[in-house]
Structures are given as structure tokens and as C-alpha cells.
Nanobody
Framework: QVQLVESGGGLVQPGGSLRLSCAAS????????MGWYRQAPGKQRELVAD???????NYADSVKGRFTISRDGVKSTVYLQMSSLKPADTAVYYC???????????WGQGTQVTVSS
């Protein structure tokens, strides 16, 4: 089955940068979207950014101008470059894969991002 493995999380100071990566393995249909969600303590999981196999990108308003999502289609890997990090960005970040026809969703185990001085 499909597996998603995240890496790159850690502790950074406010204003710093961090790069997350997520590698997907298994049989993945060509029509799909990959992205990142995050969940802070006491909060619901929310979309951060995603990118379709066709190249369409969507960002949450809270990260526009600071985060950049990119994708390597051949390797089925998605990246999230995070800059100008704020304490409000502290959360567990989860990689997500959605396929079409059929519609299926997969989740990674999550990687902790902590922004603190």
C-alpha cells in the first residue's frame, strides 16, 4: 500500500527557516494531489498548502508569502520551504496524498515543528 514518510522538522527561532520533505512510496495514480496539513495543541488539523499533479497550488492565508510548496513528480516527493517562521507556526505537520478515481486519502506520521526563542 501507499506510505508517506516526512522529515525535516525541528526547533527553530522566530524568523528562521525550515524545509520539510515527504516521500511517497507504493502504487500511486497519476491524478493526485500532495500537500501539508498541521495541527497545533488544542486545535483542529488545517490545510497549509497543497499541489496537484497538474501543478495547481493552494496556500492557507496565514502562510502566503512565507511558505513555498514544490513537488518532484518522478519521485512522488513534496517539499515545504518555510521562512519567516512565527511561534504560531508551531504544530505537528502531516503529509497528505489524495488520489482521484477512486478518491483515496493517505496520511504520514507527522513531524514536529517548534518555533520558539
Amino acid at each position: 500500500q501507499v506510505q508517506l514518510v516526512e522529515s525535516g522538522g525541528g526547533l527553530v527561532q522566530p524568523g528562521g527557516s525550515l524545509r520539510l520533505s515527504c516521500a511517497a512510496s507504493g502504487s500511486i495514480r497519476s491524478g493526485n494531489a500532495m500537500g501539508w496539513y498541521r495541527q497545533a495543541p488544542g486545535k483542529q488539523r488545517e490545510l497549509v498548502a497543497d499541489i496537484t499533479s497538474g501543478g495547481s497550488i493552494n496556500y492557507a492565508d496565514s502562510v502566503k508569502g512565507r511558505f513555498t510548496i514544490s513537488r518532484d513528480g518522478v519521485k512522488s516527493t513534496v517539499y515545504l520551504q518555510m521562512s519567516s517562521l512565527k511561534p504560531a507556526d508551531t504544530a505537528v505537520y502531516y503529509c497528505n496524498l489524495r488520489t482521484y478515481s477512486p478518491f483515496v486519502t493517505y496520511w504520514g506520521q507527522g513531524t514536529q515543528v517548534t518555533v520558539s526563542s
